[in-house]
């Protein structure tokens, strides 16, 4: 089972609202990522975390805030977002960091977010 | 520092007829590379990953990669195209210099006609 799943799979907010996107894997991995991945671009990172520490924060703003609350799941706060942030947010996770090689990265299906 | 070019933005096969979506790389180190496939509103899927074991990878739905270390390439075929593999294909590498990034291409769309 390669799974990792994430909720909502869409969500329209406004730039006054707080919301949350949510993320599960039950593969035992313990580094899960957020990427941004905008229309006809490849994805972008934004966040590592790492046996459930933030590792990695790609100056990414503070209106977009992760929790990783145990092993096995991923959350990312959003507030005060902007039009220009509605994009796919994609959840992945990998055995560890990514940082062996070979060590394999699996990706949710996204949730779609629009920000008005 | 590590890099991937795909070489193709768009390409275009009849179904039934081979498929050949190409990637360069760049890296000082010993590289892991992956292909990635995303159907449209979807999320990645990974069909194959090369991390300096045979080279000439296989992968799910009938594709295949080679890893060509005098070309740095990384090709990806497909000996017959189905119309369920038009999609947007990324290739991705991935180094051994303790960096915690995979390095995406900026991908091809297959596109595969009746």
């Known amino acids: 089972d390669t799974e990792v799943t994430q909720t909502p799979k869409h969500l329209v907010m406004g730039m006054t609202n707080k919301k949350s996107l949510k993320c599960e894997q039950h593969m035992g991995h313990r580094a899960m990522y957020w990427y941004k991945q905008k229309a006809k671009k490849p994805p972008e990172l934004m966040f590592v975390?790492?046996?459930?520490?933030?590792?990695i924060n790609e100056s990414v703003p503070s209106r977009f805030s992760p929790e990783c609350p145990n092993s096995s799941l991923l959350n990312l706060h959003l507030h005060a977002l902007q039009p220009e942030d509605s994009a796919l947010y994609l959840c992945?996770?990998?055995?560890?960091?990514?940082?062996?090689?070979?060590?394999?990265?699996?990706f949710g299906e996204g949730s779609w977010l629009t920000v008005v | 520092a590590q890099s991937v070019t795909q070489l193709d933005s768009h390409v275009s096969v009849s179904e039934g007829t081979p498929v050949l979506l190409r990637c360069n790389y760049s890296s000082s180190y010993s590289p892991s590379l992956f292909w990635y496939v995303q159907h449209p509103n979807k999320g990645l899927q990974l069909l194959l990953k090369?991390?300096?074991?045979?080279?000439l990878v296989k992968g799910i739905n009938g594709f295949e990669a080679e890893f060509k270390k005098s070309e740095t390439s990384f090709h990806l075929t497909k000996p017959s195209a189905h119309m369920s593999d038009a999609a947007e294909y990324f290739c991705v590498v991935s180094g051994e210099d303790s960096s915690y990034k995979l390095i995406f291409g900026s991908g091809t769309r297959l596109l595969v006609r009746p």
């Open positions: 992945a996770s990998s055995l560890r960091q990514m940082s062996h090689s070979g060590n394999t990265i699996y």
């Open positions: 090369y991390t300096s074991a045979a080279t």
């Open positions: 975390y790492s046996y459930e520490k933030l590792s």
